[in-house]
């Protein structure tokens, strides 16, 4: 979860159960030279269908490459238990295992380290059985007693995700190759927690270093391990020799590359200096499918993307200002201006991946006049200043910040652009120093329980998506259904949650959209999950 990454493909979305959370951006050159709202009069464009490429028929995968990521937002850190950005989410999942891992099709959990698990019949003890002859990066055998390590990290108040650990009592080791997990209460979640990065499993006291030092030289499980890193300049794996699926993976090495400016992305990927920009901008699309050499693909996926809100800010703060704002939104505008068309308006917060998705919720229609009714109910009925912030390079994000100040501006309501580099704006967004900001979610496991309260949750691992909103009846609606076994009885807890989190509008739920990529003719094999996340194990390349 957290926030996240980029671009659209069908106008509309059936249900694809899946998985994951979190945040980004992307860019485009900006209508400013003829300003928006000459933009929204002349508003005809073409629109150009997106399709997933797929690999050659009867083509081999083949051993060797080095391939190279572009990507808008850094790399934070490499400790499993500490993230809550994408970036940072998606390259610990190529270094470490987890005990299970979400099904390709979204409906529950497979093996990884763990080759079996049971649930007793009171429902508070969980067994699983690792998997033997798996080692560590160092050479270390893996046993239970690294699992148990692990998980008792993040369950640390220290670590974000502590949430999601937090009906676990007590851990137990019967044998190195036997993990027994009993709970204070049955929890539903509990096998698809265990396919979360936050619980990747480290070797035991992190093999003797501190914790500072382990996040710079991480040693996993996984497919891949740490050559180099220069932080905010690029990160390099290369294949680990000890990895425990025989003849994987098929790369040498991968380099994400931290490229903030969407247009250099472009020019690379058709360069050949790099070989996947991750989040092109959607103007980018129709010029990267006629170049003959990159493939774009677009993938199913549980993002939404939202306008942020500091419900700590005065006047912000006020549920009838919120409404007021997402009653002036045009979302229709926004998707056809800065997704070409490759998106749907959103209404409610939790994806139409989901099954705990309540598709009644419509959000609040574009009406200027229900927005100055709204802002006339409010403590500033006149209006007042506030400041946007957007992410330098991400052109994307400037042409929404623009439409959505015009519109605004006819409410009153004065909006500054601030234009800050990636990280800074992901540091303003944690630490609540901004009134409204651009942001995505996507879901890190296939139950819904994570994103809900992560979205939805003042304690749920970031401040309810750093909007820090408060409710106390989302709380215990979301703590009750993590209870039950009974999936109809959960989703109609989810919907109260929902259709409540709608009522207040801690958050403008602006669109949902596909994940699109841009990669070159020769890399195969790669298929984005609905979560959002990647798995490059997979992946190779042709000469």
Do not use: C
Not at 111 to 127: C, F, I, R
Not at 337 to 345: D, E, K, S
């Amino acid at each position: 979860m957290t926030w996240r990454g980029w671009i659209g493909l069908e106008p509309s979305f059936g249900p694809i159960n899946h998985q994951r959370l979190k945040e980004t951006g992307a860019m485009r050159p900006s209508p400013m030279g003829r300003g928006v709202l000459g933009l929204l009069a002349g508003l005809t464009m073409s629109v150009s269908p997106l399709v997933v490429q797929a690999a050659r028929a009867g083509a081999t995968p083949r051993h060797g490459g080095d391939l190279v990521m572009l990507r808008a937002a850094q790399l934070r850190t490499l400790m499993p238990s500490q993230p809550t950005d994408n970036a940072s989410i998606w390259v610990i999942e190529e270094v470490y295992d987890t005990l299970l891992l979400p099904k390709a099709d979204g409906k529950g959990v497979g093996p990884d380290l763990a080759t079996s698990w049971s649930q007793s019949a009171n429902g508070l003890d969980w067994t699983f059985k690792l998997r033997h002859g798996v080692t560590f990066t160092n050479g270390q055998p893996l046993t239970s007693k690294d699992v148990k390590f692990s998980i008792e990290q993040t369950e640390k108040p220290s670590s974000p995700f502590s949430f999601i650990d937090a009906s676990i009592a007590k851990i137990t080791t019967p044998d190195k190759y036997t993990v027994v997990i009993q709970t204070t209460k049955p929890s539903a979640p509990l096998p698809a927690d265990m396919a979360i990065f936050a619980n990747s499993i480290v070797p035991y006291d992190y093999a003797g270093m501190k914790p500072a030092d382990f996040a710079k030289h991480p040693i996993g499980t996984g497919p891949f391990m740490l050559k180099s890193l220069t932080p905010g300049v690029e990160a390099t794996f290369v294949r680990n020799p000890h990895y425990w699926r025989h003849g994987l993976p098929y790369l040498n090495s991968i380099t994400f590359k931290d490229v903030a400016d969407s247009n250099t992305r472009v020019n690379e990927v058709q360069g050949g200096e790099a070989q996947i920009d991750e989040f092109p901008a959607y103007s980018s699309i129709l010029t990267l499918q006629n170049s003959g050499t990159v493939k774009i693909g677009a993938f199913p996926s549980s993002r939404v993307d939202f306008l942020a809100i500091n419900n700590t800010k005065t006047p912000f703060n006020n549920v009838d200002v919120r409404r007021a704002i997402a009653s002036a939104i045009d979302k229709k505008t926004l998707v056809k201006v800065v997704l070409f068309g490759h998106g749907t308006p959103a209404g409610a917060y939790m994806s139409p991946s989901s099954w705990s998705f309540d598709k009644s919720i419509k959000g609040y229609p574009y009406d200027m006049k229900a927005a100055k009714a709204y802002l006339q109910k409010s403590p500033v009925p006149h209006g007042f200043s506030g400041t946007i912030t957007v992410a330098s390079g991400n052109s994307d994000q400037q042409t929404m910040a623009q439409i959505i100040q015009a519109s605004l501006a006819k409410l009153g309501i004065k909006i500054t652009i601030q234009t800050l580099d990636p990280a800074a704006v992901y540091d303003a967004r944690q630490n609540g120093n901004f009134d409204l900001a651009f942001g995505y979610d996507t879901t890190d496991i296939v139950d819904p329980d994570e994103i809900i309260r992560f979205v939805g949750a003042y304690d749920g691992g970031a401040h309810a998506l750093y909007s820090f909103y408060k409710n106390e009846k989302i709380d215990g609606w979301i703590a009750k259904a993590a209870t039950l076994n009974n999936q109809a009885a959960r989703q109609t807890l989810y919907f109260k949650v929902e259709q409540q989190w709608n009522r207040d509008q801690p958050d403008v739920p602006l669109y949902y959209t596909p994940e699109v990529y841009a990669y070159a003719a020769n890399v195969h094999g790669f298929h984005p999950f609905v979560t959002g996340n990647y798995n490059l194990v997979d992946v190779w390349m042709s000469k």
